[in-house]
T-cell receptor, first 114, second 118 residues
Framework: TQLLEQSPQFLSIQEGENLTVYCNSSSVFSSLQWYRQEPGEGPVLLVTVVTGGEVKKLKRLTFQFGDARKDSSLHITAAQPGDTGLYLCAGGRLYGGATNKLIFGTGTLLAVQP | DAGVIQSPRHEVTEMGQEVTLRCKPISGHDYLFWYRQTMMRGLELLIYFNNNVPIDDSGMPEDRFSAKMPNASFSTLKIQPSEPRDSAVYFC????????????????FGEGSRLTVL
């Protein structure tokens, strides 16, 4: 059962365009992370949000956690070819009161054409 | 500092053969995770360990899969016998334990082991 649905699945845009990727769930998460994965490599953490309504900016990337902590969005301004990759959201749940067991989303494959 | 190290990077084997994937987590991390990534199912958690003890193996597909962590610096994921549907990229990840009011749970992934079962 996939708990986190991302949209769109694929996105091909021109350099300089803006885009938004969405991550939606019917479940509440204690935290939400976004990772980027490049071909032949493992995912790398971009950001973690933990408070409903929280907005974080990382240069041209803006991340938002929904008020109800069930959804999140990633907005990229003026995309560059270096932004190309697979973007994964991951919802964190406390498990046994201890570790943060991450559930990964379905992924959005972004291609930015020069 | 070295990141998570996985081996082999690529493995091609025939159906029925035993496959062993290896992982060395980042020193000092007390959680280790095994994930499997496919186009159809995305990134799935198979099993994770805390201080070398398996905590949750509910994602392990079936009895053909087993994982061990004999010490803090080494883990294996074994498939015996392997089947074509096991073809995927297997990732190992490690992290610090979470504590306090706001768990972050950042995972540090290895580069993955691409398994092809013919």
């Amino acid at each position: 059962t996939q708990l986190l649905e991302q949209s769109p699945q694929f996105l091909s845009i021109q350099e300089g365009e803006n885009l938004t990727v969405y991550c939606n769930s019917s479940s509440v998460f204690s935290s939400l992370q976004w990772y980027r994965q490049e071909p032949g490599e493992g995912p790398v953490l971009l950001v973690t949000v933990v408070t409903g309504g929280e907005v974080k900016k990382l240069k041209r990337l803006t991340f938002q956690f929904g008020d109800a902590r069930k959804d999140s969005s990633l907005h990229i301004t003026a995309a560059q070819p270096g932004d190309t990759g697979l973007y994964l959201c991951a919802g964190g749940r406390l498990y046994g009161g201890a570790t943060n067991k991450l559930i990964f989303g379905t992924g959005t494959l972004l291609a930015v054409q020069p | 500092d070295a990141g998570v190290i996985q081996s082999p990077r690529h493995e091609v084997t025939e159906m029925g053969q035993e496959v062993t994937l290896r992982c060395k987590p980042i020193s000092g991390h007390d959680y280790l995770f095994w994930y499997r990534q496919t186009m159809m199912r995305g990134l799935e958690l198979l099993i994770y360990f805390n201080n070398n003890v398996p905590i949750d193996d509910s994602g392990m597909p079936e009895d053909r899969f087993s994982a061990k962590m004999p010490n803090a610096s080494f883990s294996t994921l074994k498939i015996q016998p392997s089947e074509p549907r096991d073809s995927a990229v297997y990732f190992c990840a490690s992290s610090w334990g979470t504590s306090g009011a706001g768990p972050t749970g950042e995972l540090f992934f290895g580069e993955g082991s691409r398994l092809t079962v013919l």
